[in-house]
């Protein structure tokens, strides 16, 4: 299983395209991820729990600057809604992506290098939370065929590193991902 997405040149809102490499996480990329992207507890949480076999933490790098993430969680999720009714099934949390590299496809491309990591997993379904006034987001989703679910909003645990923090109210949505990688059979 390859960790890499083929090196890829994108437009961007510089002058230089952007040299486009989606990988897992290494534990040698935590500076780069606290200085790119802040969140320097998230990270290491999330480094840690990947070290475990409890998810994936993708990177999506410009040369040498992290641009954008998305963690995969393989534990059972921690809202009981999503626990009672997709038992199973991968989380796809925290997709991020640096503002200045927004609106040119990364996240979509974080998204797809994501399914395609838990198709060849074996997984056939995949779901995500998004706040619900979060349109935008939605949007994106959507388009990718995310499918909101028929059980109503929840309440989403933000990740807790030590500071107040308030609980969102999400909407849950799910994609099959039967095939999405482009070698297999649809």
Known sequence: MA?????????????APVALEIRAAKQTDIKALERDLGQAKFFADRLKRQRKGKGLLLVAWDRKRAIGVAYLWWEVADEPEIREHLAGVPLLTHLEVSADYRSHGMGT??????????????????????????????????RLRYTEWEHGTVKCLPFDDGTPQAVEICNVMVKRLRGVAPWRNR
């Open 109 to 142: 491309k974080l998204i797809h290098r994501a399914e395609v990591e838990l198709d060849q997993r074996g997984y056939a379904r995949v779901a995500l939370a998004v706040e619900v006034n979060n349109l935008r987001a939605k949007e994106l989703y959507s």
């Open 3 to 15: 960790d890499v997405t083929p090196t890829a040149l994108l437009p961007a809102r510089r002058d």
